[in-house]
């Protein structure tokens, strides 16, 4: 079993990297590495989207990665051949059709959804959304198993997919508004929060999707 975190020079992976590594070892999930070989994509068995930064560079940078070649195989794996994906953050957000983050960009198109500015109604709610919130789940799913409506995770960005089809949303926070935290479809899940930063909620996470058998 490997699991590829994908390394598209968009952030900060050594975090997300000895999270996932950590949890493989404990479920006993096999191998977990960073690369940015598209060869490691294609005979990867999970994949993993980490990004931070603005989503016009992210989805520039997934672009150019191998010269191209990284998403030609991320495509493959996850909409030919289903392998379980998860994208976190940016890598979340570029799981929509389009993000309006400073100009209209393309998005993958697998989630039913547009991305755009956080706007609370109260003042007092800062953007970026930075800190800890508390989850409440709208749609089951094996991956939240054993995670709970009012178990926090930890949050920074400023922009948020807002999701056109229902079951496609399976959790969001309170933050002035519904502020959508986890989106899925079929082998496809992405978190909006930072799993490998939000503790034993996480954690968790990173632990079903690991053993996640779609």
């Not at 030919?80 to 953050?89: H, K, Y």
């Not at 697998?110 to 959304?129: C, L, M, N, Q």
Request: aromatic share 8%; with cysteine.
């Amino acid at each position: 079993m490997l699991t590829v975190l994908i390394d598209y020079e968009s952030g900060n992976l050594h975090s997300a990297a000895k999270a996932f590594q950590r949890m493989a070892q404990e479920v006993d999930a096999g191998e977990v590495i960073v690369s940015s070989k598209a060869e490691d994509v294609a005979r990867a068995d999970r994949i993993v989207l980490p990004g931070d930064g603005a989503f016009p560079a992210c989805r520039q940078a997934l672009a150019g990665a191998g010269e191209g070649s990284v998403l030609e195989a991320l495509s493959e794996a996850v909409e030919v051949r289903g392998r379980p994906f998860l994208g976190i953050c940016v890598g979340m957000q570029l799981m929509a059709k389009t993000g309006f983050e400073y100009e209209e960009t393309p998005g993958l198109g697998w989630i039913d959804g547009e991305v755009h500015r956080i706007t609370p109604a109260d003042p007092s709610f800062k953007v970026p959304h930075m800190g800890w919130n508390d989850l409440v789940i709208d749609t089951p799913h094996p991956v939240l198993a054993g995670i709970e409506t009012g178990q926090h995770a930890y949050f920074v960005h400023s922009y948020h997919m807002q999701v056109a089809t229902p079951s496609q949303l399976l959790a969001h926070v309170d933050y002035g508004h519904p502020v959508t935290a986890i989106v899925g479809r079929d082998t496809m899940i992405g978190t909006q929060f930072h799993p490998e930063k939000s503790q034993a909620t996480g954690l968790r996470l990173i632990a079903n999707f690991l053993t996640w058998k779609p």
